[in-house]
T-cell receptor, first 113, second 113 residues
Framework: GENVEQHPSTLSVQEGDSAVIKCTYSDSASNYFPWYKQELGKRPQLIIDIRSNVGEKKDQRIAVTLNKTAKHFSLHITETQPEDSAVYFC????????????FGTGTQLKVEL | DGGITQSPKYLFRKEGQNVTLSCEQN?????MYWYRQDPGQGLRLIYYSQIVNDFQKGDIAEGYSVSREKKESFPLTVTSAQKNPTAFYLC????????????FGEGSRLTVL
């Protein structure tokens, strides 16, 4: 089955700096890669996703890049703000894995003033 | 107000007891999922169901059971066979294919005393 690894497990940045979180996946058939944000005490929510036919996708201050050859994808947050502090999860799903998502272990992002 | 409702929010159980966590959605979603969240381990899939009266095991199904008698309901039973049941449990749903947003409930925290 699919295996998703996520790094780093914790990340601390200064407000205004950029943050990058990286994930690798094992199943070359995976074709959908979402990112979820979970604020403290709240439910995870989708913030951005990318499909395998696209190399990069942007939405305001967040962007995701995908390298299918290397089987890794990354989340980029620019101009970080205190409200970006949360746990971020990457995930992967593929045609060969059934109608389900496999999540990474999460990254605790802390944006310091 | 559409969404996913999980209950109870907090649950305490003695060892050897079975407990059932409720998950109800009024989004008219076909697929429903149960994830377990432990610190440092991300979200791990327990069971999922794509249609009524059908469900599949996820990565950590041992010690759990589910049913899907109605489209809007997907209860999870944590049995006494689950060796380490203390965790945060999240229910989620999606309209159809997993390549769309996964909507999560607010979670149920189970503590075994």
């Amino acid at each position: 089955g699919e295996n998703v690894e996520q790094h780093p497990s914790t990340l601390s940045v200064q407000e205004g700096d950029s943050a990058v979180i990286k994930c690798t996946y094992s199943d070359s058939a995976s074709n959908y890669f979402p990112w979820y944000k979970q604020e403290l005490g709240k439910r995870p929510q989708l913030i951005i996703d990318i499909r395998s036919n696209v190399g990069e996708k942007k939405d305001q201050r967040i962007a995701v890049t995908l390298n299918k050859t290397a089987k890794h994808f990354s989340l980029h947050i620019t101009e970080t703000q205190p409200e970006d502090s949360a746990v971020y999860f990457c995930a992967a799903s593929g045609a060969g894995g059934g109608n389900k998502l496999t999540f990474g272990t999460g990254t605790q992002l802390k944006v310091e003033l | 107000d559409g969404g996913i409702t999980q209950s109870p929010k907090y649950l305490f159980r003695k060892e050897g007891q079975n407990v059932t966590l409720s998950c109800e959605q009024n989004l008219n979603h076909d697929a429903m999922y149960w994830y377990r969240q432990d610190p440092g381990q991300g979200l791990r899939l327990i069971y999922y169901s794509q249609i009524v009266n059908d469900f599949q095991k996820g990565d950590i199904a041992e010690g759990y059971s589910v049913s899907r008698e109605k489209k809007e309901s997907f209860p999870l039973t944590v049995t006494s066979a689950q060796k380490n049941p203390t965790a945060f449990y999240l229910c989620a749903s999606t309209l159809g294919e997993i390549t769309g947003e996964l909507f999560f409930g607010e979670g149920s925290r189970l503590t075994v005393l």
